[in-house]
DNA sequence: CGCCATGATTAACTTACGTCA
DNA sequence: GATGACGTAAGTTAATCATGG
């Protein structure tokens, strides 16, 4: 599809013009929370995005088709912690906090973006058969805007988003959740693109370097040509790592991916759900 | 043209785990 | 240290859409 296609291109086109790492990290390690939370609000790798979304939105909104029903009550119940595990909110504990405010303050929310709902959901009898909805150019398109600076939300900025567009702050909540594992997604095939390149590269390299041990061999064997050659090999000090390297014609380092121009790409990717095209 | 099968995308969900009070 | 609340990642499910035959 050509789609698809254009993503990988966009995945793949590698650090082009963006700094590199200066070592390896894969970038989807298990962090936790909170080393995650100071990675992702100094912005440092999500900066360097550029968020300009293909055909998610272009489809429906092309089509004009207005998906975007409104969530239905029943969603909103689930909302109130009924049954989401993410965002049950304990009623019985009796401490009243900031946080038990917030969670009203999302219920309302809830109730708010459920008023204008839609009422052709099948009864809402809890039974709950999920719809999914398309979210509208606009919405998708302030999303992806509010991931650009930052891609987790406080509960706060939660809410508000959620008022914004008219959506349950669940919803928002779940975009935020996936935009990441989208994006993580994303790197990890840009990290496993150059995993593969450094792979060549060394294997181009052992190649060469066995070749190289099998003429010495034979060099040996018949010292009297031995003598009539260039030494064809010189071992220098790689400046990186400052152990002897191997430097024929064209390397002086041991690192021959470095030598060979590849470089460890960091994020040159475009989002992939709604939002601006560029 | 409509219909169906298939694959891609993505909203919504579940589970597991880490952190914090 | 045990516990519960909470947030997130990872994985899964299912709705929706595009495309080709």
Redesign the pocket.
């Known amino acids: 599809?050509?789609?698809?296609d254009d993503?990988l291109r966009l995945t793949l086109s590698l650090g082009l013009g963006v700094p590199t790492r200066p070592s390896f990290q894969p970038t989807?390690?298990?962090?936790?929370?909170?080393?995650?939370?100071n990675h992702?609000r100094n912005g440092s790798w999500n900066e360097l995005f550029q968020f300009s979304?293909?055909?998610?939105d272009s489809?429906?909104f092309?089509?004009g088709?207005d998906?975007n029903r409104l969530?239905t009550v029943v969603?909103g119940e689930?909302e109130n912690g009924v049954?989401?595990?993410?965002?049950?909110?304990?009623s019985?504990?009796g401490k009243r906090?900031e946080?038990?405010a917030?969670?009203e303050a999302e219920a309302e929310a809830e109730r708010a973006s459920c008023s204008q709902g839609s009422d052709d959901e099948d009864g809402g009898g809890g039974d709950?058969?999920?719809?999914?909805?398309?979210?509208s150019k606009e919405q998708?398109m302030v999303l992806e805007e509010t991931f650009k600076e930052h891609n987790?939300?406080?509960?706060k900025q939660k809410l508000a988003l959620a008022r914004q567009l008219n959506?349950?702050p669940?919803?928002v909540?779940?975009?935020?959740?996936?935009?990441?594992?989208?994006t993580?997604l994303k790197q990890t095939e840009v990290d496993c693109e150059y995993l593969k390149r450094c792979c060549e590269n060394l294997t181009g390299e052992n190649r060469r370097l066995q070749k190289e041990v099998q003429e010495l061999r034979a060099l040996k064997l018949s010292p009297q040509l031995y003598m009539h050659m260039n030494p064809p090999t010189t071992l220098t000090m790689c400046p990186q790592c400052e152990r002897v390297a191997v430097s024929s014609s064209s390397s002086t380092t041991c690192h021959p991916a470095a030598a060979a121009g590849v470089q460890r790409p960091s994020m040159p990717i475009k989002p992939?759900?709604?939002g601006v095209a560029d």
Do not use: C, Y
């Not at 979304?53 to 998610?56: E, H, I, L, V």
């Not at 987790?152 to 509960?155: E, Y």
């Not at 975009?175 to 990441?180: A, H, K, P």
């Open positions: 599809m050509g789609g698809r993503e989807h390690i298990h962090r936790p929370s909170h080393s995650m939370h992702i979304d293909r055909n998610a489809r429906s092309l089509r088709i998906v969530p969603d689930e049954s989401s595990p993410n965002s049950t909110v304990s019985i504990s906090s946080r038990e917030e969670a709950a058969s999920r719809k999914k909805l398309r979210l998708s987790t939300l406080n509960p959506l349950r669940r919803q909540e779940v975009w935020f959740q996936n935009r990441r594992a989208r993580k992939m759900g709604g």
